[in-house]
Nanobody
């Protein structure tokens, strides 16, 4: 079992930055993949960014060159640095991990970008 706790969401003006954090309840070094998804009102949940345990990163086209995912195994935490935020980035952001046996989700953190 893995518990994930997100933090760092909030209200920001367009062009601003936020850093989301996702703290896991146990060591993340063996997790195959950690990632961030988001879901805007009336839309499907979509992958924003992911990072494998080898450090390989994937990004949605809409956030490339603006968002950066990273992980700190010593702190059991994955981060999402979000720069140049746009109103279209407004959504609930969810942390997700994939282990060898299952996948787990956090409760989500709201990000609202005002124009």
């Amino acid at each position: 079992q893995v518990e994930l706790v997100e933090s760092g969401g909030g209200l920001v003006q367009a062009g601003g930055s936020l850093r989301l954090s996702c703290a896991a309840s146990r060591s993340i070094s063996s997790f195959n993949v950690m990632g961030w998804y988001r879901q805007a009102p009336g839309k499907q949940r979509e992958l924003v960014a992911s990072i494998s345990n080898s450090g390989s990163r994937r990004y949605a086209d809409s956030v490339k060159d603006r968002f950066t995912i990273s992980r700190d195994n010593a702190k059991n935490t994955v981060y999402l640095q979000m720069n140049s935020l746009e109103p279209e980035d407004t959504a609930v952001y969810y942390c997700m991990v994939i282990t060898t046996t299952s996948d787990y989700w956090g409760q989500g953190t709201q990000v609202t970008v005002s124009s």
